[in-house]
Nanobody, 123 residues
């Protein structure tokens, strides 16, 4: 089993930045691919970014150039740096893991999920 705990959400004005953090425990973090998803009210959960255990990254088109995913294997942590935030980025952001070296965009490809952290971007 893998336990995931997100932190770093909050309220920010449009154009601002936030950094989300996800701490993982329970399994060799180096063997996990990690992803970020988000869900806005009334909408389905959608892919945001992911990073494989070997470093390859994937991004949703809507966040390319604004968000950056990174990982610190020594601290069992994955980060999501979010810059130039827009009101449409408002959502609950979830961290997820999969026991695979490769990142993936489909939520069904991930085995474990965190509880989520709220990000609200005001206009």
């Amino acid at each position: 089993q893998v336990q995931l705990v997100e932190s770093g959400g909050g309220l920010v004005q449009a154009g601002g930045s936030l950094r989300l953090s996800c701490a993982a425990s329970g399994r060799n973090f180096n063997s996990l691919a990690m992803g970020w998803f988000r869900q806005a009210p009334g909408k389905e959960r959608e892919f945001v970014a992911a990073m494989g255990s070997v470093g390859r990254t994937l991004y949703a088109d809507s966040v390319k150039g604004r968000f950056t995913i990174s990982r610190d294997n020594a601290k069992n942590t994955v980060l999501l740096q979010m810059n130039s935030l827009k009101p449409e980025d408002t959502a609950v952001y979830y961290c997820a893991s999969r026991a695979n070296v490769w990142a993936a965009t489909g939520s069904s490809m991930y085995d474990y999920w965190g509880q989520g952290t709220q990000v609200t971007v005001s206009s």
